[in-house]
T-cell receptor, first 117, second 112 residues
């Protein structure tokens, strides 16, 4: 099946620094990628929908200036957490779709555990 | 009201038993329904999808959908310790949308 590669798997950073997370579709072109955040024992919360070549669509309550999303190609989307703070510590997961109406074509990355000190 | 609701559990069942996981959703226009399994610290993996009322079976898994009651369930037969994980229910809204709304998940524990 299709593979979505997400890096890094985990990152520890100091408060105030920025962290970039990459999400790559390895063997398919992903017109749309999604970014989720998951706090411990909570559900995956959709942060934004990333479309290649256009601005990302952010969910209500998600600061677009803090969580910068770039979807520059059909195989790569990046999420940058700017000026990270301890409350941004979470599990970030990307997913990519090959298109069509079926979510069975939706593939998840392995996730990134962010810890902000 | 939460859009997708699940009992957080844990649901504990003995090995070999049937585990029954339930999910309700609030948006009547939801078209597609999915069950994902998530191990701790890992990303979700798709277990089952169901789009129409009734039952859908795949191996030891059976998904059941009742749109009138806005209810979807997952049955796991002959439960194994390796089935111990958090099971996430996810639904979509309008046809053609890839946007998934997840429930909080039910933690399943299968003990030997």
């Amino acid at each position: 099946g299709a593979v979505v590669s997400q890096h890094p798997s985990w990152v520890i950073c100091k408060s105030g620094t920025s962290v970039k997370i990459e999400c790559r579709s390895l063997d398919f072109q992903a017109t749309t990628m999604f970014w989720y955040r998951q706090f411990p024992k909570q559900s995956l919360m959709l942060m934004a929908t990333s479309n290649e070549g256009s601005k990302a669509t952010y969910e209500q309550g998600v600061e677009k200036d803090k969580f910068l999303i770039n979807h520059a190609s059909l195989t790569l989307s990046t999420l940058t957490v700017t000026s990270a703070h301890p409350e941004d510590s979470s599990f970030y997961i990307c997913s990519a779709t090959t298109g069509g109406e079926s979510n069975e074509k939706l593939f998840f990355g392995s996730g990134t555990q962010l810890s902000v000190l | 009201q939460k859009e997708v609701e699940q009992n957080s559990g844990p649901l504990s069942v003995p090995e070999g038993a049937i585990a029954s996981l339930n999910c309700t959703y609030s948006d009547r226009v939801s078209q597609s329904f999915f069950w994902y399994r998530q191990y701790s610290g890992k990303s979700p993996e798709l277990i089952m999808s169901i789009y129409s009322n009734g039952d859908k079976e795949d191996g030891r898994f059976t998904a059941q959908l009742n749109k009138a009651s806005q209810y979807v369930s997952l049955l796991i037969r002959d439960s194994q310790p390796s089935d111990s994980a958090t099971y996430l229910c996810a639904v979509t809204g309008l046809p053609g949308t890839d946007k998934l709304i997840f429930g909080t998940g039910t933690r399943l524990q299968v003990f030997p």
